[in-house]
């Protein structure tokens, strides 16, 4: 979430204090305190489940500059990993900590990436075909190719290496490396979750032994989810009333 979406509409003191500024507070309770201490008004939420909200413009003027502040040093560390970090250099990194069974797997996607990118239907479904004739071994399908390399275009090496470590207990999630993954990921216009996975495990790795076992992007979306646990049914009830009110303006 941007600076501009964010004060775009009044917000609890909760989403204040998950903006984790410095030198305030970071949970519920000691919010509202801090919101009733410096005389902030506040107004019944129209959202579902009630509550209070706080509007941006009416808390004091150095807290309004220190969440601005905030929300700039986030673009910044954000470009500034980019800048330091290439797409490939996190490949490479990714791939060397991999187990040896994943990085041959990889390897032959690669292979079939760079020779058959640029096929599409039947004539990639041919030239698997051929490959499967040619590598009985390694026999794949149009379908596990196609997804694989859209997947590679979107996420890097990590679309070919598999999700080894998924399951291992203890790839537990170090709640520092969360953080840092959802606050890349909850930026406006941020990268893939995969990308911002790769970042976050090349700054919280500092070796080929604690990167091979440090937990796939899919626990840190399964933490995610954990942290959210109503959030696809709030999806869900948003959805259906929309098409409810399609519905409504489209009748006859």
């Known amino acids: ?83 330091k970090l290439s797409s490939k250099e996190l490949d490479s990194t990714i791939y060397a900590a991999a187990p040896e069974y994943n990085q041959r797997k990889a390897d032959k996607y690669l292979v079939l990436y760079s020779d058959y990118a640029r096929l599409k239907g039947n004539a990639l479904k041919d030239a698997i075909e051929k490959y499967n004739q040619e ?15 859209k997947k590679y275009e979107q996420c890097g090496i990590a679309a070919f ?20 993954w959802k606050g890349l990921i909850w930026n406006e216009g941020a990268p893939s979750y995969e990308f911002c996975w790769k970042v976050t495990a090349s700054l919280h790795c500092t070796t080929k032994e604690s990167l091979a076992s440090f937990p796939h992007v899919t626990r840190f979306c399964e933490d995610c989810g954990r942290h959210i646990p109503n959030l696809k049914f709030i999806l869900r009830a948003m959805v259906k009333k929309v098409v409810a009110k399609i519905r409504v303006l489209h009748r006859p």
Not at 135 to 149: E, N
Not at 163 to 179: Q, R, S
Request: glycine residues 6%.
């Open 1 to 83: 979430m941007n600076f501009d979406t964010f004060i775009s509409i009044p917000r609890t003191a909760l989403e204040y204090a998950q903006l984790e500024v410095s030198g305030y507070p970071s949970s519920k309770f000691r919010m509202i305190e801090r919101l009733n201490k410096e005389g902030v008004p506040r107004y019944q939420s129209q959202r579902r489940g009630g509550g209070y909200v706080y509007c941006f413009h009416d808390l004091p003027k150095k807290w309004q500059e220190d969440i601005i502040a905030h929300f700039h040093s986030r673009i910044q560390n954000e470009i500034e990993i980019r800048q």
């Open 135 to 149: 590598h009985p071994g390694q026999r794949t399908s149009y379908q596990r190719v196609k997804a694989a390399f």
């Open 161 to 180: 290496l598999g999700k080894y470590g998924k399951n291992l207990k203890k790839t537990t999630v170090p709640d520092d490396a969360f953080e840092h």
